[in-house]
């Protein structure tokens, strides 16, 4: 089965590469995860992205603040889907590097979640990786499926309360 490649740019963007992790985990999706720095680090972040389709990495998931270039820099490198994951920072509140991930330019697409979107860049990326693996897809339909009844238990609750 091919893995998920997660990306940070720093470890401090470990909590919510760690809401990734627990998903992939949860589907029992193989992942490596690494620190490359699109700007410390631009060699082996750029080495990364150009061997990992030869690594059996299908999707990158790129977790970075402020100015956020980790996933362009992942896009320019390699024909594999990127997600990026603009990761929340003390200046800006995420809104930099939101804007940082979700503008690449022509040529180079970066499918881009919310702020601090782990959780649902790891579902994209099973969904990608849905298509042609049948097993994935249905444990996404069941995941969904369980959601649903979580909310609809969460319904029936507080109807229960507040409808008398």
């Not at 990364?48 to 820099?73: P, Q, R, T, W, Y």
């Not at 200046?91 to 939101?98: E, F, Q, S, T, V």
């Not at 097993?135 to 609809?152: F, Q, T």
């Amino acid at each position: 089965m091919k893995k998920i490649g997660l990306v940070m740019g720093s470890d401090s963007d470990l909590p919510i590469v760690e809401k990734s992790i627990d998903i992939l985990q949860s589907f029992g999706v193989p992942y490596e995860v690494h620190v490359y720095s699109a700007h410390r680090t631009p060699i082996e972040a750029a080495e990364f992205a150009k061997n990992a389709k030869s690594n059996d990495i299908a999707v990158i998931i790129a977790f970075a603040g402020m100015a956020a270039h980790l996933a362009g820099a992942m896009a320019a490198n390699t024909t594999l889907p990127i997600i990026g994951v603009p990761c929340k920072s003390s200046n800006l509140d995420g809104i930099d590097a939101l804007l940082s991930t979700v503008q690449m330019p022509s040529g180079i697409p970066v499918a881009t979640v919310a702020i601090n979107g782990g959780a649902n860049a790891a579902l994209l990326a099973l969904q990608m990786l849905a298509i042609s693996d049948e097993e994935i897809s249905k444990k996404l339909v069941d995941k969904r499926e369980n959601d649903a009844k979580k909310a609809l238990e969460k319904n029936k609750a507080v109807f229960e309360k507040f409808n008398k």
